[in-house]
């Protein structure tokens, strides 16, 4: 019953690093979203995607780019990480029902 | 600025008593309302949603929301919460579209704080 699948559960960065995280659905959703989750600070949109090849920066794209090369496929990239990007990391994704999935979560932490 | 405002964010009770959670969103217009959980360990998943129509709304597991436009306000409750409603829950909340949103084709949703619930047996 796997819908929207994170690639990590947990990653360990050190500063500077290129790091990627992946993100599948298998639910031919057109869209697909970035999200980071910081205690007290809710979830806070980073991109979405409404289509292949297309994206929108959300609210905090700051040191974060994205790859939306297949529909099912969304890969959220930190160019150089650092540490104010350690952070939870939720992939979700979504058709015309306006119903977000979210996948499990990545906890990525940046030394 | 415009957000979805959530006030409690830690709440215990004990097991049987009531509960209502507070969710006021500052955007006018049409919008669509949601409350999502998070289950300690595991995904953020859909409680209820509004879209229109009865501005009552039940939900899973014995949840409802009420939408009231006057006051901008899309609270959460449950009339006798059990222990396994323990969890952390967040309001959420589809901003009024716009003439750069392409319908149907981008969605954004604005997530409020959350709230952690400690229910104690």
Redesign the interface.
Known sequence: DVKVTQSSRYLVKRTGEKVFLECVQDMDH??M?W?RQDP??????IY?S??VKMK?K?DIPEGYSVSREKKERFSLILESASTNQTSMY?C?S?F?L???D????TRLSVL | AQSVSQHNHHVILSEAASLELGCNYSYGGTVNLFWYVQYPGQHLQLLLKYFSGDPLVKGIKGFEAEFIKSKFSFNLRKPSVQWSDTAEYFCAVKPPQTTRTPMDSSYKLIFGSGTRLLVRP
């Not at chain 1, 007290?40 to 949109?45: H, Q, T």
Request: no cysteine; charged share 25%.
């Open positions: 057109e869209n979203f999200y007290g600070l809710g979830l806070r949109l979405f409404y289509d929108e959300g939720l979700a979504s015309r306006k119903v977000l979210f996948g499990a979560g």
